[in-house]
């Protein structure tokens, strides 16, 4: 067993006030990644790089773009062959109308026991508690084995350069689990769906809105490969059907740009469009197999809509070019995630959320994708998702996490670590 003066000795050392103090000094900084406003991660990294050599730890920052730093923290215990990484982005997304918002997106105000600002949920106040945890970990000289590194990456919310980054330098070699910290109300996430992101591109003519028969309308072929998206989803439901924790596959059209570029008017044909489209995968289901399919909707629907304009034609009397074309782009390709329940970071987290909580621990799973989605397919690295907020509460306005929830999310953390490096292997 661990004994209760080896935990006690960590809590001790997780300071609430320092806790808040630091959430909120990381909430007031805008890192929406904006270069047209000139906002960016820089001034979030340089922060927690300042903080983390104040407590003493060995930190690096590596630039990954221009303005867009990680920050990597490392803290090593008595050799071991565990090294557990907790990981947190310091990019948040844009608040938007700032006017509609009730708090200041950037004032981390406090009212009762929430802390309002864009980033105190997802994922700010998660990264701060991590970063307490392992301050904990430092001061308090527990008896461990292995080390902790603590990821703190850009660009999460977007093509996650960062996490990318950090794998090609080769920081997560060493790695045998992760920690990823996002706001799962205390959920423990064992898997997270998959994402494979695509962009049609039609080409047809563009011609006046009163002669159509000049030019030749793209709208039918976004149609049909609307259809056929569907089509896919409803074999995937029919097949796979709804998992236990991610819920159900789905294949999402969520832009349609006709024209692809430049200002729409009502009296104009466009001559190009431009279909998006978000696909998001469950376990069973096979990425290239997809990729696949979506290529033979491609030729396929060229094919029916050259065919379909000839047919027309040739009932109006009308001679034109048919020479519709129809690309297709893969911007993103992520698989779906699972690490099995018996792998020791999942006990490790169980353990410490049940110690801390007197609670059975929940499993679940991410909705979304997020940086562990590399970590775990290009290096192999078992992940767990979890932390403090409510989770339908990223990207909305007037965001806000629970304190109390956080300050027990950091003890979480910190637990889970001596359970994860405890020299025992017993436990």
Same mark, same amino acid.
């Given at each position: ?278 696909? %998001?995968?469950? *376990?069973? /289901? ?6 696949? $399919?979506?290529?033979?909707? @491609? +030729?396929? #629907? ?88 409510? %989770?339908?509460? *990223?990207? /909305? ?6 304190? $109390?929830?956080?300050?027990? @999310? +950091?003890? #979480? ?15």
């Amino acid at each position: 067993m661990i004994p209760n003066e080896l935990i006690e000795k960590v809590l001790k050392e997780i300071d609430p006030d320092k806790l808040i103090d630091l959430t909120s000094d990381l909430v007031k900084i805008n890192s929406v990644w904006d270069p047209a406003a000139g906002t960016s991660e820089q001034k979030a990294a340089e922060y927690v790089l300042n903080w983390a050599r104040q407590q003493g730890f060995e930190v690096q920052m590596d630039e990954v773009a221009p303005s867009r730093p990680n920050v990597i923290i490392a803290l090593s215990f008595a050799p071991g062959e565990r090294t557990l990484m907790f990981e947190g982005h310091t990019d948040v997304v844009t608040p938007g109308d700032t006017s509609a918002w009730k708090y200041d997106p950037f004032g981390a105000q406090i009212v009762g026991r929430r802390m309002y600002g864009r980033g105190t949920n997802d994922t700010k106040g998660n990264l701060a508690a991590m970063l307490i945890a392992m301050a904990a970990l430092k001061k308090s000289g527990v008896n461990l084995a292995g080390k902790i590194t603590g990821g703190v990456l850009c660009d999460e919310e977007d093509q996650m350069l960062g996490v990318k980054d950090f794998i090609e330098r080769g920081h997560a070699d060493e790695i045998t689990a992760a920690i990823i910290c996002e706001p799962e109300d205390g959920l423990i996430c064992i898997t997270q769906k998959g994402a494979i992101r695509a962009c049609f591109t039609i080409s047809g003519k563009m011609s006046h809105g009163a002669m159509p028969l000049s030019g030749l309308n793209t709208a039918p072929a976004v149609a049909r490969i609307i259809h056929a998206l569907h089509d896919l989803e409803l074999e995937a439901v029919r097949m796979l059907g709804r998992d236990e924790f991610l819920g159900w596959p789905s294949f999402t059209p969520t832009v349609i740009q006709a024209p692809a570029s430049g200002a729409p008017q009502l009296n104009v044909m466009p001559g190009e469009a431009r279909l998006l489209v978000d696909i %998001r995968t469950i *376990p069973g /289901q096979s990425h290239p197999k997809m990729i696949n $399919d979506l290529n033979l909707i @491609t +030729a396929e #629907i060229q094919k029916q809509i050259c065919n379909h304009y000839e047919e027309y034609d040739k009932q109006l009397d009308v001679k034109r070019n048919h020479d519709l074309r129809i690309g297709l782009e893969i911007l993103t390709d992520r698989p779906y995630t699972l690490t099995d329940r018996t792998d020791p970071i999942v006990e490790a987290t169980c353990w410490a959320t049940h110690k801390l909580t007197q609670k059975e621990p929940v499993y679940a799973g991410v909705p979304g994708a997020t940086d562990g989605t590399f970590l775990w397919a290009l290096k192999n690295i078992p992940i767990v998702t979890m932390g403090a907020g409510d %989770r339908e509460v *990223p990207h /909305q306005k007037d965001e806000w996490v629970d304190l $109390d929830q956080l300050i027990e @999310t +950091a003890k #979480i953390y910190a637990v889970s670590a001596v359970h994860y490096l405890n020299p025992n292997k017993e436990n």
